[in-house]
T-cell receptor, first 114, second 116 residues
Framework: GESVGLHLPTLSVQEGDNSIINCAYSNSASDYFIWYKQESGKGPQFIIDIRSNMDKRQGQRVTVLLNKTVKHLSLQIAATQPGDSAVYFCAENRLGSSNYKLTFGKGTLLTVNP | ETGVTQSPTHLIKTRGQQVTLRCSSQSGHNTVSWYQQALGQGPQFIFQYYREEENGRGNFPPRFSGLQFPNYSSELNVNALELDDSALYLC???????????????FGEGSRLTVL
């Protein structure tokens, strides 16, 4: 089965609110976790990543939190904008991987209401 | 800087036919990975090419094959097409075949294959 999964398939928020997208993983040996954004008709776009030896990383309007105890990853988007509407995927890269293979979850559809 | 480009963007085939999809990697990237994304699903790793050799393969049958050329561009070939092969095929390039420090892959916009 999937080693990376998402708690909610859809999330609807009001413009200006903060969004939180969650992800669970099962392999504690994963080295990196990455969040991608995929807009309709486009390929996935890198948002932010986090290494397994970190518990928090911040970018521009985004924060990723990693809780290794419960094997949970979250993406927080501050002041969500209509342009943030997309499908968000978490993905993992396994420790010791000899190639850059990402394992993706199914995705969460974020809809931002004006 | 030129990003990852894929062709064709859309195509329709019938069962049993063969298809070739093409990808040009981002400038400076020597590694190309291919992913299959079925409707409503996350991308699934097919294989990766590094320095013109296959450098890892996902759970896909041998009728999925690929090539990488000296200029690092790549092809994905699928023989004996089945209905379940209908999907978005994504190409991604990266600077190195091994798990990089930044965790980034740069994806193209994909080739949408429909098998009838």
């Amino acid at each position: 089965g999937e080693s990376v999964g998402l708690h909610l398939p859809t999330l609807s928020v009001q413009e200006g609110d903060n969004s939180i997208i969650n992800c669970a993983y099962s392999n504690s040996a994963s080295d990196y976790f990455i969040w991608y954004k995929q807009e309709s008709g486009k390929g996935p776009q890198f948002i932010i990543d986090i290494r397994s030896n970190m518990d928090k990383r911040q970018g521009q309007r985004v924060t990723v939190l990693l809780n290794k105890t419960v094997k949970h990853l979250s993406l927080q988007i501050a002041a969500t904008q209509p342009g943030d509407s997309a499908v968000y995927f978490c993905a993992e890269n396994r420790l010791g991987s000899s190639n850059y293979k990402l394992t993706f979850g199914k995705g969460t559809l974020l809809t931002v209401n004006p | 800087e030129t990003g990852v480009t894929q062709s064709p963007t859309h195509l329709i085939k019938t069962r049993g036919q063969q298809v070739t999809l093409r990808c040009s990697s981002q400038s400076g990237h020597n590694t190309v990975s291919w992913y299959q994304q079925a409707l409503g699903q996350g991308p699934q790793f097919i294989f990766q090419y590094y320095r013109e050799e296959e450098n890892g393969r996902g759970n896909f049958p041998p009728r999925f094959s690929g090539l990488q050329f000296p200029n690092y561009s790549s092809e994905l070939n699928v023989n004996a097409l089945e209905l379940d092969d209908s999907a978005l095929y994504l190409c991604a390039s990266s600077p190195s075949g091994r798990a990089p420090n930044t965790g980034e892959l740069f994806f193209g916009e994909g080739s949408r294959l429909t098998v009838l």
